[in-house]
Each structure stands twice: as structure tokens, then as C-alpha cells.
């Protein structure tokens, strides 16, 4: 064993166990905290099974999202990212699960805090770092920014509170209409939920039996107003009023895993919209300008992080349950940032879009066209 | 010998939709009362009789979800055409027109197309008052990525409608209610299933030496009737119909410019940062300035909203009198 132990302290080129396969535990059932549900006769299992494969996987994908969004708050503070950066650490478990239960043929849309979930749907973090930094690279080649990413069937990162939710709906409008038993996942925050166009929303969406999962990533706050200053009704799931809710530990990615499983389910078997509250947690503020502690405590944001950490947990729930190893743990935690640095390092370095393509992408599948300047001599040049 | 049919412009758009659904799909109609009531001003009469549920939607009166809807399954692969009832209502909409259609294929650098036709009445109608009779022509015409089409006749409805409908891009298409009902030759070409008309490319309806008007829509008509006046008089008009704000066709109107020395603007919209404005300021960036021998003259609505009484009403938008007045000062006549 410490022949082996050396082995993977020395190399980091090979994957190698402290200890094979066969002495860790392939599967284990847990107990989960049981949803409150409204207009349901039945909520999601409260005991459910993980394998060591998707432990691992869930780990390495929350540890991922982690530490890219502290790299962009470090790159952020160097100024090399600018204007709205909104971040996402704390709140890994709810993309982490939504995607377990779904697959990558469904469909997703999500606000502007959007950088977990541009990763989950199949964005690399070098091209969401280099968006970010606004160079050539980037997923959108620069042109968006931090809250305008894509990638297939993710339709963003949308900056206008609530207006993603419609767009949501009417993805899954196309879903029924081309009959291809896709759904789609609409999120939003405890902010948006008190959008008007979230409740036309949910008015044609069950009118339609539309296959939309509404998920409601209740984070506590919307920027600096706490949902108690913001909600006449805090209980998110009940606000669809005619729509069936689910409320959900938003810190346990199998919690989210489960609930997400029974709200697919309960949409592609054409009953309708289904909404789904999250309960989570955002350690850094609203956005990078603000510090997010004028309207909580440090202890409050400290306590969520030494009790409810969702990487911590799963973490827990491994070892404890002899699914992994601290050293495995720790060679994935090596991993991952050094993927992260090696995308910071492409990020800062690419070079920004070339001035040629500032005129670019106006129109799609169009001749090119003349678009004017800042001046009348100014003839700039736009092609799809 | 072109056999010559009178279509109506309501006809002319019904047909135009009514083939692009048979031809595509993925094309939808949806809006208030547009499947069960026929459309409000019927121009979608028959379609959902034909098409069914689910290609001619009705929806609540819920103008931004409706249209964010609209704009969602266009991101996902449909070609829907949103209709607003009058585009008044579109303001309540009009963040999912600019931010989340317009904006969409520039921001993800041509990941994401929006394939999607918003349309409906636009300007005043007939007794409507303030809140029901504004032209949105310049406010949609201000924003890249987006089209802005404003038919006049039978034929630029159908074609430039069709048009429209497969354009990959959001394309705002302006209609007007009092020419729903006004019925025009249609030539055989236009009959065919497959007449498009080019967005972005201005008609010369009538050829003339002495000055150029330029219109869109309802005072296309206007124009051509001020021209049969002043005809009379010896002065020749040449009226051109935008047809397209957006991209606004200025190589036309310059090349008219340039044979003829004058131009007037004629709109229903307000003065004030409106189309007869840009178009001031882009012949005065072009080529054709110095073939002006006087300033450009705009006619356009009165600058105020709307009033009810007929006789404040017929004064808050241009008469035939007021174009043949401009037309004259303009030439100093």
C-alpha cells in the first residue's frame, strides 16, 4: 500500500487508486429529507441510491463549478473581468442534480446567474473563462459577456429579470409541438418570482400542458432585499397556485437529483407544468459589486458554509459510506484546478475579438450588409 | 395580357399566411382571437378552421408571456407569427421584442437565431383616440436586429408578408387597419404561391422629374392621389414606397433625389425622431445632398396624442392638402 500510496503523490499522468476498485463500497442508499409538496398526492423518494461512478462525477463537476467561479472572482478583482459578474458558489448542488435527472437532449434556461449551468449543459470552462474575459475564445467569441452564454439546447444566461421564464415556456411549447417528448427546465430566482410575466406564464403553460419544469432557485435574496421584505407569500412552490410544487433541500444534490427525477417524470407523461422551489445558498453577493453582507451577517453566510456546504457533503456522505478515498478526493481536487488554471491562462492570454467582427452576427443566414459607424465615413462591414 | 384580380390587403396577408403554413410546419400563428374569432379584424379568418389547435393558438390577453413564448419557440426550431392586436399592445411586450428576439443572434455571436414574425395594426385608425392610434414605425426602426416592414398595397402585403415568414430573423411587419378593407390589382405573378418580395428594397410607384415623395403605408395612397393633382398643375411627382423601414432603401431615394432636386417626407407618425427624420439626416450624409435645391420637407402627424372628435382627428394626421402645400412650398411654387 505505500509502494502505491508514493506512486500517486510522485505521478499525476496516471489515475491510480490508493486502493483498488474492489475495496470501495459501488453503491449505498441514503436518506434524504422528504419534500413538502403542494397539490401532490405524492412527492419525490426520500431514499435513493448513488453509485460511486456518479458520486465521483457529481464531486468533480460541483468541485469544478467552485473553483472557476473563485478564479472569476480573482480575475475579477484583477479587473480583467468587467462589468456584471454574478456568481454562483453555493448553489453547485441545484445544477449538479437538475442535470443527474435530466438529459442533454431536454432543454434548459436560466437568469444571469449562469455560469454553473452553461458548464452542466456542455460548456467548457476554457470557453466560459475566455467569455468572461471577453476575448475571441469565448463561448459567444466575446460578444455576450457573462450573462449571455449558449451552447446547444441551453438558451442562456438572459439579463432581464423573469423574461427568461416565458422564453422557457415557449420552449417547451416547441417541444409539445414537435412531439419529441423533450421537456424544458426554467429557472429563476426569489427575485423574478415576483414578475408579472412569470404568473402569464404559468396561466398558458398549464392552460397547454406545456412540459416545463419552473424552478425557483430561492437563494434568500434577491440582490439586497431579503424574500421577507420582497414576498406577501415566501412559499415559492405554492405560487403557481394551480401548478403542482414541490420544495426541495437545494444544498443536497441528491435531494435536487430525486425532486428533478419526479418533476421529469410527472411532465413527460403530459400532465403539465410542474414548479419546483429550491432551497439554496449564495456565498458571494448579488453581484461582483456587492460585497453581500450589508443585509446578511458574515456568521449567517459562515454557518450555511460549515453546516450545508453541498461539496462538503457529498464529500461526508463518500468517505463515510466508504465510496472513496480522501486521496482520491484530493487527486480530483489537483484536477481540477489545474484545469481551471490552464483556462485562466487561455482566458487572459487569447486576444480579444478582432475589430472586424464588431459588426458581426447581427442577422443570421442573411447577405452581408453595410452597417454605419459612428460617423457618416464610417462604413463598417456585418455578414451573418 | 396579366389577368388583374382585386385582393383586398386582408386577403392578401390571409393568403400570404395560409401558404406559409401549408409550406412549412413549423410556422404558427398565435395571438389573441386569432383562431376562434377569425382575428380581431379577421385576417386570419378560415386559417384555424384549416389548420387546427395547434397550428392557430388563441391566446389570454397576456402580451409579454404570450410573446416570450412566441420568441421561446423560435429559439427552439418553430417559426411562429405573433400577432399583436394593435402594436399598442406591444409595448407591454416590447422588452421580449428588443432584449430577448432582436438582440439574441449578436449577443451569441450566431449560436442562437430568432426566426419569428411580429405583426399587426400599427398607427391610427378611424375614432380610436390617443392609447390605440400610436405609429410604432420609429420606435422598432431604431434597434439592430431587427426588420421593420411596412406594406402599403395588396402585393407588398402577400409578398413582403411571405417574405417575412421565412426571413431567420425577428421581423417587425406593420399592418393598418383602415387599409384592411381596401382592395387593389393583384397581378397574375402575385397570385403564385411562391411571390416574395424582397425586404429592404423601395418601389418607385410613380415615375416624375420634379420632386420626390417618399411614404409608407397608408400614405403611399395619399401620395399618389397629391401627385394626380398636381399633375394637373404641371408638376410631375415621383412617389416612392419605402415598403421597408428597416433596412431603410436610401440608394433609391438618393438616385430620385438626384434626378429630381426635392424631396418630401410623408408619415403618420410623429415629427419628432420619426422616418422623415432619418430620412433628412441620411440624404444628408449621402451623395444626393447636393442635388437638393432646397431642404428636405417632412409631413407627419401633429405632434400630439391622438384625439377622439372627428374633426381634431382628421387634423392630427396629413391630408392631400397638406402634401400638395408642402410639395409647392418645396418647390417654391
Known sequence: ?384 | IQAQFNVTVRDALNQAMDEELERDERVFLLGEEVAQYDGAYKVSRGLWKKYGDKRIIDTPISEMGFAGIAVGAAMAGLRPICEFMTFNFSMQAIDQVINSAAKTCYMSAGLQAVPIVFRGPNGASAGVAAQHSQCFAAWYAHCPGLKVVSPWNSEDAKGLLKSSIRDDNPVVFLENELLYGVPFEMSEEAQSKDFTIPIGKAKVERAGSHITLVSHSRYVGHCLDAAAVLAKEGIECEVINLRTIRPMDVESIEASVMKTNHLVTVEGGWPQFGVGAEICARIMEGSAFNYLDSPVTRVTGVDIPMPYAKILEDHSLPQIKDIIFSVKKTLNV
Open chain 1, 1 to 384: 500500500v505505500r509502494k502505491l500510496l508514493s506512486i500517486v503523490f510522485k505521478g499525476a499522468a496516471a489515475v491510480v487508486s490508493a486502493r483498488t476498485y474492489a475495496d470501495f463500497t459501488n453503491e449505498a442508499t441514503f436518506e434524504i429529507k422528504k419534500c413538502d409538496t403542494f397539490k401532490l398526492d405524492e412527492g419525490p423518494a426520500t431514499q435513493v441510491v448513488m453509485t460511486r461512478d456518479e458520486g465521483l462525477q457529481y464531486y468533480r463537476t460541483m468541485q469544478t463549478m467552485r473553483r472557476m467561479e473563485l478564479k472569476a472572482d480573482q480575475l475579477y478583482k484583477q479587473k480583467i473581468i468587467r462589468g456584471f459578474c454574478h456568481l454562483y458558489d453555493g448553489q453547485e448542488a441545484c445544477a449538479v442534480g437538475i442535470e443527474a435527472a435530466i438529459n442533454l437532449s431536454d432543454h434548459l434556461i436560466t437568469a444571469y446567474r449562469a455560469h454553473g449551468y452553461t458548464y452542466t449543459r456542455g460548456g467548457t470552462v476554457k470557453k466560459i473563462m475566455a467569455e468572461l474575459t471577453g476575448r475571441r475564445g469565448g463561448i459567444a467569441k466575446g460578444k455576450g459577456g457573462s450573462m449571455h452564454m449558449y451552447c446547444k439546447h441551453f438558451y442562456g444566461g438572459n439579463g432581464i429579470v423573469g423574461a427568461q421564464v416565458p422564453l422557457g415556456a415557449g420552449v417547451a411549447l416547441a417541444c409539445k409541438y414537435q412531439g419529441n417528448s423533450e421537456l424544458c427546465v426554467c429557472l429563476y430566482g426569489d427575485g423574478a418570482a415576483n414578475q408579472g410575466q412569470i404568473f402569464e406564464t404559468y396561466n398558458m403553460a398549464a392552460l397547454w400542458k406545456l412540459p416545463v419544469i419552473f424552478i425557483c432557485e430561492n437563494n434568500g435574496y434577491g440582490m439586497g432585499t431579503s424574500v421577507e421584505r420582497a414576498a406577501a407569500s415566501t412559499d415559492y412552490f405554492k405560487r403557481g397556485e394551480f401548478i403542482p410544487g414541490v420544495r426541495v433541500d437545494g444544498m443536497d444534490v441528491l435531494c435536487v437529483r430525486e425532486a428533478s427525477r419526479f418533476a421529469a417524470d410527472y411532465c413527460r407523461s403530459g400532465k403539465g407544468p410542474i414548479l419546483m422551489e429550491l432551497q439554496t445558498y449564495r456565498y458571494h453577493g448579488h453581484s461582483m459589486s456587492d460585497p453581500g453582507v450589508s443585509y446578511r451577517t458574515r456568521e449567517e453566510i459562515q454557518e450555511v458554509r460549515s453546516k450545508s456546504d453541498p461539496i462538503s457533503m457529498l464529500k461526508d456522505r463518500m468517505l463515510s459510506n466508504n465510496m472513496a478515498s480522501v486521496e482520491e478526493l484530493k487527486e480530483i481536487d489537483v484536477e481540477v484546478r489545474k484545469e481551471i488554471e490552464d483556462a485562466a491562462q487561455f482566458a487572459t492570454t487569447d486576444p480579444e475579438p478582432p475589430l472586424e467582427d464588431l459588426c458581426n452576427h447581427i442577422f443570421h443566414n442573411n447577405p452581408p450588409l453595410e452597417v454605419r459607424g459612428t460617423n457618416p465615413w464610417s462604413k463598417l462591414k456585418s455578414v451573418s
